[in-house]
């Protein structure tokens, strides 16, 4: 005799998980780390170290002695975390100052909210935010490519000083506002070409466009993220600056440079698009991404900021409620138009 056995959705399980996806996102930045590495040697290395175990160590003994929870650092989700941290980070940190931006990413931006699935802000970004805030000539400290990959340990103001520069953000904006034109500051900041492949200052992660690139394809194929957010922020930006470029091409640089300096690609790729601090429906994607890249834009051509990714995805976040509130999808079984009798 068939019985008929009745159970609770759902019926059909896809084979995705919190811990594949976690680790599908990390091999997707090794592209980048690898690029880092090369450009900055060990300081890269000891950032990146001290960032992961870091914030795994939090974790731990925050859901072990704090919350009294089962821990979960096996997800993969706090080693993300530290690698994002990292990548937001210059490579010349000192140790102890990465360590607090760790406790305040797990601590903070995390578990204070319950940790995994629960956190309205992206933790790398909280603690990215709170170290800039808090440390601003440190964490302003961009080391040039090739220079003293090796002297992590034996830094002097001598050598920082030979070895740190202006990322082409802060450069154009620095000579913006000394009178110079678009093209004058160009001729001195690295080719698009050099740009594209990471031969210019900034943090451990934002420097290999064509690296974090890789990163995306491999996402996209594993289905681990869908186009809309990386899309939607890096058009918007493009869009936006490509406008305000054709309105006065000597104080406006051109869209290709926005998308190639600073933070964009990484913030696009792998920042914005945090499952828990993003919206849910693709509609409400997009919208998203196009808030990021249009408050990004605002901060780097008129605010006091050269950079402003960190800050437009941290503010898009907290609108993410509101938008899943009101651009939701349709129910299943949902009819596109009433059917005429």
């Known amino acids: 005799?068939?019985?008929?056995?009745?159970?609770?959705?759902?019926?059909?399980?896809?084979?995705?998980?919190?811990?594949?996806?976690?680790?599908?996102?990390?091999?997707?930045?090794?592209?980048?780390?690898?690029?880092?590495?090369?450009?900055?040697?060990?300081?890269?290395?000891?950032?990146?170290?001290?960032?992961?175990?870091?914030?795994?160590?939090?974790?731990?003994?925050?859901?072990k002695y704090l919350l009294r929870v089962p821990t979960t650092v096996s997800d993969g989700s706090a080693i993300l975390t530290g690698l994002l941290?990292?990548?937001?980070?210059?490579?010349?940190?000192?140790?102890?100052?990465?360590?607090?931006?760790?406790?305040v990413a797990i601590g903070i931006g995390k578990m204070s909210f319950g940790g995994l699935g629960n956190n309205p802000f992206n933790p790398a970004l909280v603690g990215r935010v709170f170290l800039l805030i808090s440390f601003p000539v440190q964490m302003t400290l961009w080391p040039k490519p090739f220079e003293s990959r090796f002297s992590y340990f034996n830094l002097t103001p001598d050598i920082l000083d030979a070895t740190t520069g202006a990322t082409p953000l802060a450069a154009m904006k620095e000579g913006i506002a000394n009178g110079e034109t678009v093209s004058q500051i160009m001729d001195k900041l690295p080719s698009f070409n050099e740009m594209f492949f990471g031969l210019m200052g900034g943090s451990a992660g934002e420097v290999a466009a064509g690296m974090l690139l890789i990163g995306l394809v491999y996402l996209l194929l594993k289905k681990i993220i869908t186009w809309h957010i990386p899309v939607s922020v890096i058009g918007s930006i493009f869009i936006f600056t490509g406008i305000l470029h054709v309105v006065d091409p000597?104080?406006?640089?051109?869209?290709?440079?926005?998308?190639?300096?600073?933070?964009?690609?990484?913030?696009?790729?792998?920042m914005a698009t945090d499952y828990v601090s993003s919206p849910m429906s693709n509609k409400g994607m997009i919208l998203y991404g196009v808030g990021i890249g249009v408050i990004t834009v605002l901060i780097r051509v008129f605010g006091s900021y050269p950079e402003g990714v960190s800050f437009a995805i941290l503010?898009?976040?907290?609108?993410?409620?509101?938008?899943?509130?009101?651009?939701?999808?349709?129910?299943?079984?949902?009819?596109?138009?009433?059917?005429?009798?």
């Open 250 to 270: 000597l104080v406006y640089a051109s869209p290709v440079f926005h998308i190639l300096t600073g933070g964009v690609m990484l913030g696009a790729i792998f």
């Open 1 to 63: 005799m068939n019985t008929l056995t009745v159970s609770p959705s759902p019926h059909v399980h896809g084979g995705d998980s919190v811990k594949k996806n976690m680790y599908g996102v990390v091999i997707a930045l090794l592209p980048a780390l690898a690029a880092s590495l090369y450009y900055f040697g060990i300081g890269a290395l000891v950032v990146t170290l001290t960032s992961v175990v870091s914030c795994v160590l939090f974790e731990w003994l925050i859901q």
């Open 85 to 103: 941290l990292a990548f937001n980070m210059p490579t010349y940190l000192p140790i102890w100052i990465i360590i607090i931006g760790s406790l």
């Open 315 to 341: 503010i898009m976040n907290g609108f993410v409620p509101l938008i899943d509130r009101y651009i939701k999808p349709k129910r299943f079984g949902e009819s596109v138009k009433p059917l005429k009798a």
